[in-house]
């Protein structure tokens, strides 16, 4: 199976809050990143933390790691139809390894 | 500063003919790692580069091939191209080799080349 795991799919209304799930098995994953993806582009960096770190806030980014559980979350607040896309999580040990990636639908 | 750059950006080829897509990293980043990106496997890791030498491959037949210049430019390589090629080729460079450095292992991402087999 993969090493990250994400959710496909999650649908969410403009306005609301998205939160976007991941998990990892590496526990000596030093840093954590999320990427996002939009149709026809390459993957953009959104954020990373360190993996000493439970959470990083980014104006509407809020990223949450529990190391503990090997579980990394994505919140967007206020998610605007411009927030449609691909998110990837990846985390970095010798190798750089990404989920499958959890594809955003932001319903007006 | 300019960011990854991959030529070309689109690619229509015939089945059993050869392609070489290009990737120029940002300035000063010396590892240069290949994916290839389909609706069906998703992002797949092809090999990475770092000073002109393959540090990793994955998982992909020796139909692909790439290397790596000394002024870190990257050309991947595929030949008799099967209709399972069809895809998007993505580079990604960074400042050091996958590991342990923290920021210097963040990747960045060109556009991408879409490759189309006929």
């Known amino acids: 199976g993969e090493d990250v795991e994400q959710s496909l799919f999650l649908s969410v209304r403009e306005g609301d809050s998205s939160v976007i799930n991941c998990t990892y098995t590496d526990s000596s994953s030093t840093y954590l990143y999320w990427y996002k993806q939009e149709p026809g582009a390459g993957l953009q960096l959104l954020t990373y933390i360190f993996s000493n770190m439970d959470m990083k806030q980014d104006q509407r980014l809020t990223v949450l790691l529990n190391k503990k559980d090997k579980h990394l979350s994505l919140r967007i607040a206020d998610t605007q139809t411009g927030d449609s896309a691909i998110y990837f999580c990846a985390e970095s040990t010798d190798d750089m390894r990404f989920g499958a990636g959890t594809r955003l639908t932001v319903k007006p | 500063k300019a960011g990854v750059t991959q030529t070309p950006r689109y690619l229509i080829k015939t089945r059993g003919q050869q392609v070489t897509l290009s990737c120029s990293p940002i300035?000063?980043?010396?590892?240069v790692s290949w994916y290839q990106q389909t609706p069906g496997q998703g992002l797949q890791f092809l090999f990475e580069y770092f000073s002109e030498t393959q540090r990793n491959k994955g998982n992909f037949p020796g139909r692909f091939s790439g290397r790596q210049f000394s002024n870190s430019r990257s050309e991947m390589n595929v030949s008799t191209l099967e209709l399972g090629d069809s895809a998007l080729y993505l580079c990604?460079?960074?400042?050091?080799?996958?590991?342990?450095?923290?920021?210097?292992?963040?990747?960045?991402f060109g556009a991408g080349t879409r490759l189309s087999v006929l």
């Open positions: 300035s000063g980043h010396r590892s």
């Open positions: 990604a460079s960074s400042w050091e080799a996958s590991g342990r450095l923290g920021t210097k292992n963040i990747q960045y």
